[in-house]
């Protein structure tokens, strides 16, 4: 059974970074990491859960919504079975839970529980 579970997240002080890791376990030769298009979600306190960043497979293509392109990064490490979330100049409305998310088709698709963000001085 694969899983997902985050790390990375804390407390920082405006115009601060953190790095989002997400490692897998539970993949195997047929069910390979590196066949999971990865994305990364927030959600705020009393907000709707948004996609942050995607990468694919290969991690050739990448996508961001708007508020963050400029400030964060999402890479891969196929080998090591993680996703990375490289955030710059956080603000404080990137404070959320950050979730990472594995997708291979419709039927695969796994979540893990999270990491809390906070961005307050």
């Known amino acids: 059974q694969v899983q997902l579970v985050e790390s990375g997240g804390g407390l920082v002080q405006p115009g601060g970074s953190l790095r989002l890791s997400c490692s897998g376990s539970?993949?195997?030769?047929?069910?390979?990491?590196?066949?999971?298009?990865m994305s990364w979600y927030r959600q705020a306190p009393g907000k709707e859960r948004e996609l942050v960043a995607s990468?694919?497979?290969?991690?050739?293509?990448?996508t961001y919504r708007d508020s963050v392109r400029d400030r964060f990064t999402i890479s891969r490490d196929n080998a090591e079975n993680t996703v990375y979330l490289q955030m710059n100049s956080l603000q404080p409305e990137d404070t959320a839970l950050y979730s990472c998310?594995?997708?291979?088709?419709?039927?695969?698709?796994?979540w893990g529980q999270g990491t809390q963000v906070t961005v307050s001085s």
């Open positions: 990468i694919s497979g290969s991690g050739g293509a990448t």
């Open positions: 998310k594995a997708v291979r088709g419709a039927a695969r698709i796994y």
């Open positions: 539970g993949f195997t030769f047929d069910n390979s990491f590196s066949g999971y298009g």
